[in-house]
């Protein structure tokens, strides 16, 4: 007996519930359940994000909301309509569609076995760009031979696989965002309220929205490299960068796959991504890309920044749409260099929605930022003496940044406050940070014991440096 997966039903899809228990459901239970289930939850936030942007693009081509009115409507009724999902799950039959995992002729989400790219079978551990492969080092890390993934499990890694691809050797190309972005997700009530809250609305896609049609209908074989210079937004949203066909065992397990270069989405440019931040130069615009050594705070001028469309399209409709006093966004990123993947993150941003578009806030928050960079830089130089480690450097401001922080949202929510004064309260929160960057020098040099020399170059250093970020800032101010 041949082995199957349906993901309408079997489960693959790791919810919460509200009393705390983790649990695999299939489509059908995680949309039509979804007030019941608290969150999607994954040790990993790129498979985590990876199967609420499909979730999320199922919704969209079986409900197809026109306008902000149908979003809400959905939003109101509280759950999704069963019959509308069962009547797109028959369409799909229709049309050859088959939701079975390890269908022969149509395998869910995966490219059908072609000889003519198709050669090499590969371990399934392929998928997790966690685990060394190719060229890679494995002395130390034997998974890529030896882990053999159940069917939920291979079927998460697959849609990962796509989403968090990036360019790599021998012609690989990154997906529709170029290497990975930041991904933003509004945090709802339960699992139905952020899936909602994180659809858009035809009306408001630029480029067409089913022509070619989602993944799983569209019939058209995935060409390998083949150059793609725009695309729909179904298509786009679960684009196939790579060709993927997973080979089961006789038990349903996975251990192999075919796995190899797919279609090339030539400008990242022209796409918009709903769930993407972006930022401005004067040659074009990019999206916001995770980097190890860039806090997501230090972009937050750019997320909140409606004017120039770098808002995530989700949480300019959020703002459009809701009065609350308080929205938490979700991020999910995974930092790369070139075709290796350094560190994955998850944070979640709790901001005053009433900064969003907000001009007076954007402006705020920049002027908080380029001061916080200058004193950080104020902070490294000041303790360079070769008698101080490095290590003592680094974190120093670390410790700076990590106040920094705690300070930009402390001043946006009284910001916030209409009785504020938005000058005056951004000198008063750069005056702090000035008294924090002066604490966090003299914290690291009290750790330290230096000789009296030592300790003469390095109050010397400290007092130039300091003078400098003073006059600075004075300009600055000054100016404004």
């Known amino acids: 007996m041949k082995p199957s997966f349906d993901v309408l039903q079997e489960p693959w899809i ?38 609420y942007r499909f979730l999320i693009v199922f919704l969209m081509d079986a409900l197809r909301p026109e306008t902000p009115v149908d979003l809400e409507e959905l939003l109101y009724a509280g759950q999704f309509d069963e019959s509308a999902i069962q009547d797109y799950i028959t369409l799909c039959h229709s049309e050859g569609v088959s939701f079975d995992l390890f269908d022969p002729d149509r395998p869910f989400m995966q490219t059908s076995v072609d000889k003519n790219w198709d050669k090499q079978r590969k371990p399934v ?16 890390d034997h998974r890529r031979k030896h882990e053999v993934y159940v ?19 021998q012609g690989y190309p990154s997906n529709v965002n170029g290497a990975p972005p930041w991904f933003s997700l509004i945090q709802g009530g339960n699992l139905f309220e952020t ?16 022509d070619p049609p989602v993944f799983w209908r569209n019939t ?9 210079a725009q695309t729909s937004w179904l298509y ?24 190899s270069q797919g279609m090339n989405y030539l400008d990242p440019a022209n796409w918009r991504d709903p769930h993407v931040t972006y930022w401005l130069t004067q040659e074009r615009r990019s999206n916001w890309k995770p980097k190890t050594e860039v ?15 770098c808002t995530p399209q989700v949480l300019s409709n959020y703002k459009s749409s809701d009065s609350e006093a308080m929205v938490v966004l979700q991020l999910y990123g995974v930092a790369t260099n070139q075709a290796s993947y350094l560190q994955s993150e998850k944070c979640a941003l709790r901001l005053p929605l009433g900064i969003v578009g907000n001009d007076v806030a954007e402006g705020f928050v920049q002027s908080f930022i380029d001061t916080a960079k200058l004193l950080a830089t104020t902070v490294y130089r000041a303790l360079k003496h070769k008698e101080i480690p490095e290590v003592c450097r680094k974190q120093g401001v670390q410790r700076f940044y990590a106040a920094s922080e705690q300070s930009l949202f402390q001043g946006l929510d009284l910001l916030c406050d209409s009785r504020a004064d938005p000058m005056k309260l951004l000198q008063e929160t750069e005056d702090k940070l000035l008294a924090r960057a002066a604490a966090c020098i003299s914290e690291e040099l009290n750790s330290l014991r230096l000789r009296g020399r030592a300790m003469l170059e390095t109050a010397e250093a400290q007092q130039r440096e300091w003078n400098k970020a003073r006059k600075t800032i004075k300009r600055k101010w000054n100016h404004e």
């Open 295 to 309: 806090a997501v705070w230090q972009n937050l001028a750019n997320l909140i920044d409606t004017e120039h469309q």
């Open 220 to 228: 058209a074989v995935v060409e390998s490299k083949k150059a793609v």
């Open 151 to 169: 069917p939920g499990k291979a079927m998460r890694m697959l849609l990962t696989a796509q989403i968090f691809c990036t360019s790599a050797a």
């Open 14 to 51: 790791p919810v919460v519930t509200f009393e705390g228990e983790t649990l695999e459901v299939g489509i059908l239970d995680a949309l039509l359940r979804s007030p019941e289930w608290k969150e999607i939850q994954d040790p990993s936030p790129m498979v985590e994000y990876s199967v």
């Open 236 to 259: 786009g949203m679960l684009f196939p960068a790579r060709r993927i066909h997973l080979l089961p065992r006789e038990d349903g397990t996975v251990a192999e796959l075919y796995f």
């Open 125 to 140: 551990t392929t998928l997790d760009y966690t685990v060394p492969n190719g060229n890679n080092h494995i002395h130390f």
């Open 195 to 210: 899936l909602v809250r994180n659809m858009i609305y035809r009306d408001q896609i630029k480029v067409p929205f089913d």
